[in-house]
């Protein structure tokens, strides 16, 4: 009960929700929070291969249940399967790995194509040119999550 308030509370302070009254939209962002099977293992992954720093986990150490990292101005959630089964009122939560990709805007696409192979992280696919002006990759986490990584093709110089 205590790490599902805690939870709450993360996302809460998040989010920015403005009054009917306020002519400012709604939505400041949106924050992924992927449900994986070990925490601690994504954790590790994020933050060793992608270079991701901690800003919370629950509890502190040991078992992590919860874990939010970020990386500039990219955050990401992941939370543990069983603990997420408690604060929805249906069961059937289930990891769904390829079901949502995280699209990632970049602005040094070869550098971190090199930070990726010197970690030895596998590019599942390379798209030099899209039909809409980005140049693409596409990884998999450890949990088996599409990441792709896409940069303009405006910002590559000739």
Request: hydrophobic residues 40%; negative net charge; contains cysteine.
């Amino acid at each position: 009960m205590m790490y599902r308030f805690l939870i709450l509370t993360v996302l809460l302070l998040t989010t920015v929700v403005y009054s009917q009254e306020n002519p400012k939209p709604f939505f400041k962002q949106v924050t992924p929070n992927l449900v994986v099977k070990d925490v601690n293992a994504t954790c590790e992954f994020y933050v060793g291969k992608l270079g991701f720093s901690t800003v919370l986990t629950i509890p502190d150490t040991g078992k992590f249940l919860f874990a939010m990292l970020k990386r500039d101005s990219v955050t990401v959630m992941f939370q543990d399967i069983e603990s997420l089964k408690q604060g929805f009122p249906n069961d059937d939560i289930k990891p769904a790995a390829g079901s949502i990709i995280l699209y990632i805007d970049i602005t040094e696409f070869d550098e971190l194509v090199d930070e990726l192979k010197e970690k030895k992280v596998t590019i599942e696919r390379y798209i030099p040119e899209t039909f809409y002006g980005t140049r693409e990759m596409v990884i998999r986490d450890n949990s088996g999550h599409f990441i792709v990584f896409a940069m303009d093709l405006e910002r590559v110089e000739p």
